[in-house]
């Protein structure tokens, strides 16, 4: 069955420094993979997506994130954190179902960051 | 730019009711999605449809149904509304090409049942 792993609930950092959040999937194909970034009381807004090509993907923000096949990973980095960047984070696959695809989610980072 | 709207931000029902919650999207979308999110827990799929009038059962349809009419919109029904469905509830949409369309997401409906 497909499954997304983020194995940290919360996160804090102080601002400048460098972040790295963990996403590990679950998927028998070539997976696509995403990941979304939540303000408190807002929607989820696309950070970055994996279709296929180059591992490394640029997203908004300053945000980047490296797929790893033999890992089954694709963890996110930004260099360096702005106080602004303090929400919730959450990994996502594409797996194929009933003729279209539907998007499975992990349980989210909560990322806060220190003055 | 995308647009999903979802018809309330906040809901209080009483146990019992039947609730609607409904969801627009301006893309000509084929694809609609409610999920709903719980602390902890993370987005989980409720119901699905990738044309009109098609649906497909999530991961936890339980409790829940929908209804497709029109490709903009897609609406969740909670038949018999029950204190556990307490949760905020996300709507989204996208192309139905292959998966990596991203979805667009609404702002949420925070359902409160009493």
């Known amino acids: 069955a497909q499954s997304v792993t983020q194995p940290d609930i919360h996160i804090t950092v102080s601002e400048g420094a460098s972040l790295e959040l963990r996403c590990n999937y679950s998927y028998g194909a070539t997976p696509y993979l995403f990941w979304y970034v939540q303000s408190p009381g807002q929607g989820l807004q696309l950070l970055l997506k994996y279709f296929s090509g180059d591992t490394l993907v640029q997203g908004i923000k300053g945000f980047e994130a490296e797929f790893k096949r033999s890992q089954s990973s694709f963890n996110l980095r930004k260099p360096s954190v702005h106080w602004s960047d303090a929400a919730e984070y959450f990994c996502a696959v594409g797996a194929r179902a009933s003729g279209t695809y539907k998007y499975i989610f992990g349980t989210g980072t909560r990322l806060k960051v220190l003055a | 730019d995308v647009k999903v709207t979802q018809s309330s931000r906040y809901l209080v029902k009483r146990t019992g009711e039947k609730v609607f919650l409904e969801c627009v999207q301006d893309?000509?979308?084929?694809?609609m999605f409610w999920y709903r999110q719980d602390p902890g827990l993370g987005l989980r799929l409720i119901y699905f449809s990738y044309d009109v009038k098609m649906k497909e059962k999530g991961d936890i349809p339980e409790g829940y149904s929908v209804s497709r009419e029109k490709k903009e919109r897609f609406s969740l029904i909670l038949e018999s509304a029950s204190t556990n469905q307490t949760s905020m509830y996300l709507c989204?949409?996208?192309?139905?090409?292959?998966?990596?369309?991203?979805?667009?997401f609404g702002n949420g409906t925070r359902l409160t049942v009493t």
């Open positions: 893309m000509d979308h084929e694809n």
């Open positions: 989204a949409s996208s192309y139905r090409g292959p998966g990596g369309s991203p979805l667009h």
